[in-house]
């Protein structure tokens, strides 16, 4: 798993050097920075050199407080012009925000909130009474996460939820015990944490009942790095359990390497 990230940036740092002269956000040294620290960051959640949390500082030195959109673009100009971050990023985020605008559900799951800024885009589609609940494994980002939400006044919206899907029942207990999930009351799941875990997650949360039919599984990263046994499980569901549309895309924050989102609907 971790060699095929390195080894997918790698190549792509190689087609990059192919192509020298071009302002390829990548070659930058925050994201080679990121390589260094990819077995970190896999492991948790962060890079390592402390770019979630200035990102975080960016974003309330840069955005006005409580404008949503403000914020959302200041995470975006971080990432393209100060250090890279493994954010959905706004091509994909267009994306999430046209399945959230399809769905419009009153309440969204996601795995993985990362420094918060997916999230926030689908706290921003959501109808009146909306509610995302994000699930991170690592306590550090969830209080990133928090402070961007706070700031760009979105604490209304969104709860983030420090656990895993994987810990035994003790998240999934949280979300139904503090948080209202019962079966047929989720509309909405946004999946962009560990990859290998994405299909064990779903299969998880399948089993808690709280999906109904119509409800939306959006992945990120399924084209790369790859959630192969995921892929696998939607391509042998396909007009069965699930129908998806795979939307053909680019990894965050550069056009080099290639993507795929899946859009799975319950049936
Ligand atoms: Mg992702």
Redesign the pocket.
Known sequence: MVLLYVAGGLAGLVVVNVLLGRPVPFLRWSFIRMLFGMKRLLSEWQVGDGREAAAADYVVANAPAGDIDAAIAAIDRFAYRKKFL?N?GDEKGAILDAAVDRVKPQRVLELGAYVGYSALRMARRLPAGGQVFSVEFNPSNAAIARRIIDHAGAADRITIVVGSMGDGGKTADALEQQHGFKPGNLDFVFI?HAKEAYLPDLQRILAAGWLHPGSVVVA??VGFPGAPAYRSYMDAEEGKRWHTRAHKTHA?YQKLIADLVLESTLA
Do not use: F, Q, T, Y
Request: charged letters at 50%; hydrophobic letters at 35%.
């Open positions: 493994i959905v962009d990120d990263n965050e």
